[in-house]
């Protein structure tokens, strides 16, 4: 059988699995709206990753709003550093959040790319994940050195500028052997290694490089073992590695196997699986920081190949993490402190600040695995407290996405610009600014606080597509442009759900329409 056909295939047992999904959805009663304009919903999230660009933008650039900016980055240590996306609502460019992005967008591609091809959105993800991945091969300038990070944080919140009046530091930053980041080389390994695969039959000359870069970053991890924030002071208090390196160096392993199948790597996965805590630590959080429940699904998945089966009894043993996680999501494990905590309205909550990311992660996460049930021939999952269906994982992920972007108490959209209401201060220096094309009239540092950032006007820049820290533990939401921790958006947060927005609106399209 060739590919073609095994979609097609996959896609009709899938037809009967939705059919079920649509009568548990349908029969549910509930004041809010069932389901929403998911494909409304992936196109705009794209878009956010334009707003977010770093550099000379080109012509084609859709959100107009902004203008080039950053351009004499790296400048200093002599080094082009031009490019690369802007981490959140300030103007630093943070490796490691940054590759963790760009990992979660290649995955999300890799999972859904036939839905979001559909959707016609696949040239726009492509784009995303490249505007990442040609900033880290300039990042990358020699085999042991990477360039993790421009700017800072002191300075750059010190102002509130537009990114294309920056006049804050824009020093930068790496890692080499004498001060190592295994963390951010091992992340940024995994983002080229993933990224290798979605380009592998469009751009096969792209992905080899990406792949060699991704190799080359990972000895580089593996070789000079370190955490980057005790080398890199200036990013403590922003994205210290909690987690250290040790699920970065497994999880660019995955990837690396994923994207070469050399045995090499899974060997590592494998041999590191009990010293790196990968078949060790249950965990309820996957984040830019914790990626433990992303490489036991990853490891869940290759259990379903034959030839991976003489590694069975290492592979069980992740998987029985990852079910450890899912099985958290869906509150089914032993005992409230192995569950995930939820928000009166159903959002998961992990924290008060940019509690959103959890959400998406999550929901991506139950995707994917709701999936893996599916295709497997173990049609349940096993939790401690009962038994779950593909079909109660992928509501659940749908759950989450629904309230993201709408049906919740507050009939709020935390994706900004999406649906009736939806946050208008967002924590955002270019959105909260006027547009540069409109006034490029200078706006000194505390310019910007005084004149745009004080003002209880909406912002006069709407950052479309940019998934904010959403509400607190009682599903409330203020509004504020101060309010950081609910109404900054960042780049990770939106990634995973790329993919998950293509599907659902695919299942929207062929099933759920019924229902309008
Ligand atoms: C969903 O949104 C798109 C715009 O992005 C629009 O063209 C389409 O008609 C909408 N679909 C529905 C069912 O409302
Ligand atoms: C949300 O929408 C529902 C259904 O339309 C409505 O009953 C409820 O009052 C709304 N809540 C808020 C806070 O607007």
Same mark, same amino acid.
């Given at each position: 059988?060739?590919?073609?056909?095994?979609?097609?295939?996959?896609?009709?047992?899938?037809?009967?699995?939705?059919?079920?999904?649509?009568?548990?959805?349908?029969?549910?009663?509930?004041?809010?709206?069932?389901?929403?304009?998911?494909?409304?919903?992936?196109?705009?999230?794209?878009?956010?990753?334009?707003?977010?660009?770093?550099?000379?933008?080109?012509?084609?650039?859709?959100?107009?709003?902004?203008?080039?900016?950053?351009?004499?980055?790296?400048?200093?240590?002599?080094?082009?550093?031009?490019?690369?996306?802007?981490?959140?609502?300030?103007?630093?460019?943070?490796?490691?959040?940054?590759?963790?992005?760009?990992?979660?967008?290649?995955?999300?591609?890799?999972?859904?790319?036939?839905?979001?091809?559909?959707?016609?959105?696949?040239?726009?993800?492509?784009?995303?994940?490249?505007?990442?991945?040609?900033?880290?091969?300039?990042?990358?300038?020699?085999?042991?050195?990477?360039?993790?990070?421009?700017?800072?944080?002191?300075?750059?919140?010190?102002?509130?500028?537009?990114?294309?009046?920056?006049?804050?530091?824009?020093?930068?930053?790496?890692?080499?052997?004498?001060?190592?980041?295994?963390?951010?080389?091992?992340?940024?390994?995994?983002?080229?290694?993933?990224?290798?695969?979605?380009?592998?039959?469009?751009?096969?000359?792209?992905?080899?490089?990406?792949?060699?870069?991704?190799?080359?970053?990972?000895?580089?991890?593996?070789?000079?073992?370190?955490?980057?924030?005790?080398?890199?002071?200036?990013?403590?208090?922003?994205?210290?590695?909690?987690?250290?390196?040790?699920?970065?160096?497994?999880?660019?392993?995955?990837?690396?196997?994923?994207?070469?199948?050399?045995?090499?790597?899974?060997?590592?996965?494998?041999?590191?699986?009990?010293?790196?805590?990968?078949?060790?630590?249950?965990?309820?959080?996957?984040?830019?920081?914790?990626?433990?429940?992303?490489?036991?699904?990853?490891?869940?998945?290759?259990?379903?190949?034959?030839?991976?089966?003489?590694?069975?009894?290492?592979?069980?043993?992740?998987?029985?993490?990852?079910?450890?996680?899912?099985?958290?999501?869906?509150?089914?494990?032993?005992?409230?402190?192995?569950?995930?905590?939820?928000?009166?309205? +159903?959002? #998961?909550?992990?924290?008060?600040?940019?509690?959103?990311? /959890? !959400? $998406? =992660?999550?929901?991506?996460?139950?995707? *994917?695995?709701?999936?893996?049930?599916?295709?497997?021939?173990?049609?349940?999952?096993?939790?401690?407290?009962?038994?779950?269906?593909?079909?109660?994982?992928?509501?659940?992920?749908?759950?989450?996405?629904?309230?993201?972007?709408?049906?919740?108490?507050?009939?709020?959209?935390?994706?900004?610009?999406?649906?009736?209401?939806?946050?208008?201060?967002?924590?955002?220096?270019?959105?909260?600014?006027?547009?540069?094309?409109?006034?490029? +009239?200078? #706006?000194?540092?505390?310019?910007?606080?005084?004149?745009? /950032? !004080? $003002? =209880?006007?909406?912002?006069?820049?709407? *950052?479309?597509?940019?998934?904010?820290?959403?509400?607190?533990?009682?599903?409330?939401?203020?509004?504020?442009?101060?309010?950081?921790?609910?109404?900054?958006?960042?780049?990770?947060?939106?990634?995973?759900?790329?993919?998950?927005?293509?599907?659902?609106?695919?299942?929207?399209?062929?099933?759920?329409?019924?229902?309008?």
């Amino acid at each position: 059988m060739n590919n073609n056909l095994i979609k097609l295939l996959s896609i009709s047992q899938y037809y009967c699995f939705i059919l079920s999904l649509f009568f548990i959805i349908t029969s549910s009663k509930s004041t809010n709206p069932l389901s929403h304009n998911y494909s409304d919903a992936l196109t705009k999230s794209l878009l956010y990753f334009e707003a977010q660009r770093s550099g000379h933008l080109p012509h084609n650039q859709r959100v107009t709003w902004r203008h080039h900016s950053g351009l004499t980055d790296g400048l200093e240590q002599g080094v082009d550093l031009i490019g690369g996306y802007y981490d959140a609502g300030d103007h630093v460019k943070f490796g490691l959040p940054m590759a963790f992005t760009v990992t979660m967008l290649s995955w999300s591609i890799i999972e859904y790319r036939e839905y979001i091809a559909r959707a016609r959105e696949l040239d726009h993800a492509l784009e995303a994940i490249k505007w990442g991945t040609d900033y880290f091969i300039k990042a990358h300038t020699s085999p042991n050195v990477l360039w993790v990070e421009v700017g800072d944080g002191y300075t750059d919140h010190y102002c509130w500028q537009r990114p294309e009046d920056m006049t804050t530091s824009r020093q930068a930053y790496k890692v080499d052997e004498n001060s190592p980041g295994s963390d951010v080389a091992g992340e940024t390994a995994a983002a080229m290694a993933a990224a290798s695969v979605v380009f592998r039959k469009i751009n096969p000359r792209y992905s080899r490089l990406l792949l060699h870069h991704a190799q080359q970053l990972f000895e580089f991890a593996d070789k000079y073992r370190g955490k980057y924030d005790e080398n890199i002071e200036v990013v403590k208090n922003y994205y210290t590695s909690v987690s250290g390196y040790k699920d970065e160096l497994l999880w660019a392993a995955m990837w690396l196997y994923k994207a070469t199948e050399n045995h090499r790597y899974l060997s590592y996965v494998i041999d590191n699986a009990n010293e790196f805590g990968g078949t060790g630590w249950s965990i309820t959080e996957f984040s830019w920081d914790v990626k433990y429940a992303g490489i036991q699904v990853l490891a869940s998945q290759l259990l379903y190949e034959e030839k991976h089966l003489k590694h069975k009894n290492i592979l069980e043993q992740y998987r029985s993490k990852a079910e450890y996680y899912i099985c958290s999501c869906l509150r089914k494990n032993n005992g409230t402190k192995n569950n995930v905590v939820f928000t009166p309205g +159903g959002l #998961i909550f992990i924290r008060q600040w940019n509690n959103m990311q /959890y !959400a $998406s =992660s999550g929901s991506f996460l139950t995707m *994917v695995y709701s999936d893996l049930l599916h295709k497997s021939n173990r049609k349940m999952l096993k939790c401690h407290m009962e038994d779950v269906t593909p079909q109660e994982l992928l509501q659940f992920s749908k759950h989450q996405v629904d309230y993201i972007l709408g049906s919740n108490p507050l009939n709020m959209s935390y994706l900004v610009g999406f649906g009736p209401k939806f946050p208008t201060r967002v924590h955002h220096r270019g959105a909260s600014i006027v547009s540069y094309r409109e006034n490029n +009239g200078f #706006i000194g540092c505390t310019e910007g606080y005084d004149n745009w /950032y !004080a $003002s =209880s006007d909406p912002n006069p820049n709407v *950052v479309v597509g940019a998934l904010v820290g959403g509400p607190n533990h009682n599903d409330e939401f203020a509004d504020k442009r101060g309010n950081y921790m609910q109404t900054e958006a960042c780049t990770y947060n939106i990634a995973p759900l790329v993919g998950i927005f293509a599907k659902l609106s695919y299942l929207e399209n062929t099933i759920f329409h019924q229902s309008y």
